[in-house]
């Protein structure tokens, strides 16, 4: 199996940033990087050495499901607006062979969505057997915007913290082990990102007016996914608080979450149901 330079991190990323119970997300400074001591251009060459161990890794998954292995993983990314959920997609899931990624953004319900449950999109959208999936955003909007735009009667967010919790220990008990990510930028991080792509032609698109609306209620915000986390971080599905004002340690970081999450599930590669040697035979006399 390829490696990745595992000393880049003091310890385990899965310990290091895991939120525990007493968790206080506004104790974390967006600014730091738990964990490592290193530059910019150390942090990059760590990234781009971890790349062939997810691959590696991906692959192997991909492999074992042909087999009947029911594992997946699915990669939950949370965050506010530009806090770097798609630098994450594009520079750690992007180094992996894309047949054996399900990426789904989730925008605004549709009719359809809203006239079922709110999991009900969630649930069409998980990955298959052998597959990494990847929510940018995902079913925490329901208990995040829901909450802080008063989508939805205080109570009824309430019980969605219950239905969130048992849904994800249903699709764990069925093979797909969750990484829940929330990207924790500061306010005047975001401010600067914002501003920057309006200074670049090739960024406005990425620009949404709504964006400066949502900054205007960064309290409620924080306060919101202070609430999901201490309500919806598991045994089973941790959240992970990955610290985002310096790009380069959020995608080390969660490459190194997945890296250390795959790995453990310890497989190799599938024994073939053929005989290797006649197989060698037949393919020379061809």
């Keep these: 199996m390829a490696k990745n330079d595992d000393t880049f991190f003091s310890s385990s990323a899965r310990e290091l940033l895991a939120a525990r119970e007493g968790f206080v997300l506004a104790d974390l400074d967006p600014a730091s990087t738990p964990g490592v001591m290193a530059s910019k251009k150390q942090g990059e060459k760590a990234l781009a050495d971890g790349a062939p161990t997810l691959d590696d890794l991906q692959i192997r998954l991909h492999a074992n499901s042909l087999s009947g292995d029911n594992r997946s993983v699915l990669l939950v990314l949370q965050a506010m607006d530009s806090a770097g959920k798609g630098g ?4 750690v899931i992007g180094t992996v062979d894309p047949e054996g990624v399900a990426h789904t953004s989730f925008k605004k319900p549709t009719p359809e969505e809203l006239s079922h449950d709110f999991l009900w999109r969630i649930r069409n959208a998980l990955p298959k057997a052998g597959q990494i999936g990847v929510f940018d955003r995902s079913h925490y909007e329901d208990v995040l915007i829901a909450r802080v735009r008063a989508l939805a009667a205080p109570e009824v967010i309430e019980h969605r913290y219950e239905l969130i919790n048992e849904f994800e220990r249903q699709i764990t008990e069925l093979g797909t082990t969750i990484v ?3 990207l924790h930028i500061s306010s005047d991080e975001q401010k600067a990102r ?22 205007l209620l960064w309290p409620a915000y924080q306060e919101a996914y202070q609430l999901a986390i201490q309500n919806t971080s ?6 992970f608080v990955v610290p985002a004002n310096r790009k380069w340690y959020a995608r080390a970081a969660v490459q190194q979450l997945l890296i250390e999450t795959m790995s453990a599930f310890g497989q190799g590669w599938p024994s073939p149901d053929y005989d290797i040697e006649i197989e060698k035979a037949r393919l020379a006399a061809s």
């Design 180 to 182: 829940k990510v929330m």
């Design 194 to 215: 914002l501003a920057a792509r309006l200074e670049r032609e090739d960024k406005l698109w990425k620009y949404n007016p709504g964006d400066v609306d949502e900054r």
């Design 88 to 91: 994450i997609v594009s520079h």
């Design 234 to 239: 598991t045994e089973i599905a941790p959240w």
